[in-house]
């Protein structure tokens, strides 16, 4: 049974920091390309930060580059986004995601998501 399964999230006035974890089960953790997405109120879900298999390459949307950081540790399955000097305009449900493909089969997996908050 595949699960990813988020925490960290909660409340945080502008210029704090939050740190996410997901824990990934029952896929091959290693082989999949793992991502943070996330979603406001009435908007779409928009791509945050990619990390690779290896966690060599990753790629941050424009608006959080320079304040977040993915990363992840192979061992514990585990993909972390770390966030700093949060805005308001980085309040959304975040939601973990994992793409993993063998030939040209591709699973994709997701969270259930966890709510950021930033507000004074």
């Known amino acids: 049974q595949v699960q990813l399964v988020e925490s960290g999230g909660g409340f945080v006035q502008p210029g704090g920091s939050l740190k996410l974890s997901c824990v990934a089960s029952?896929?091959?953790?290693?082989?999949?390309?793992m991502a943070w997405y996330r979603q406001a109120p009435g908007k779409e879900r928009e791509l945050v930060a990619t990390?690779?298999?290896?966690?060599?390459?990753?790629n941050y949307a424009d608006s959080v580059r320079g304040r977040f950081t993915i990363s992840r540790d192979n061992v514990k399955n585990v993909v972390n986004l770390q966030m700093n000097s949060l805005k308001p305009e980085d309040t959304a449900v975040y939601y973990c995601?994992?793409?993993?493909?063998?030939?040209?089969?591709?699973?994709?997996?997701w969270g259930q998501g966890t709510q950021v908050t930033v507000s004074s």
């Open positions: 995601n994992g793409v993993r493909k063998v030939g040209s089969l591709k699973s994709e997996y």
């Open positions: 029952g896929f091959t953790f290693t082989s999949a390309d």
């Open positions: 990390i690779s298999t290896s966690g060599l390459f990753k």
